[in-house]
């Protein structure tokens, strides 16, 4: 009697376990429907939106650099493309779904391209330390090299973000900080939101994703 109660509930367990996984399975007795049919749609639609982001990707001849992004379990959530302007550098961002928790989100270059030890090896931010230079886009005083906007991420879907940086370059043109320098530069992803002002990190708090540029 014990052991069909288990069995039942671990029967219950795994019922629970299935439905839980986005909705793909269909729990016994339930109506047949198009789902095959409708998961190549869904392939389909994904196919179309990875053509149209490759091709949404600006080139530029002055170059350009990408690495992906990994969260703190060392998971892939998405890619960073770093393109040399002529008097600043574009980063684009690509997410998939739920890369990110929903939020706001600090985001930085901190001064050594890795994402080794929770990503703490990656050091402080581009340019910090330099002599009455601050942290933030919006102190007086600042801001550092690599300092740049937050970004948002939706509660649900892949998303993106592109910003801009006028203080730094990919080899250190025009006298602008140097991405893939000896040691390279890391784009860290902070747990909240960057206030832009106080120090060291506007409030950004924990590193919650990296992506590593180093020169091949
Ligand atoms: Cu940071």
Redesign the pocket.
Known sequence: MIRNVLLAAGLIGSALALSGCGGRFSLPGAPADSRPERASQERDRDRERDRDRDQEVASSPLGATEAQIFDTEGAAIGTATLTEGSAGVLIRLNFNAGGLPAGWH?V?L?EVGTCADAFRASGA?VGHGQRKVRHGLLNPDGPEAGDLPSIFAPASGDFGAELYSPFVSLHGEGDRAAILDGDGTAL?I?ENSDDQATQP?GG?GG?IACAAFTRD
Do not use: E, K
């Open positions: 600090g930085h901190h931010h860290i902070h990190i950004a590193r």
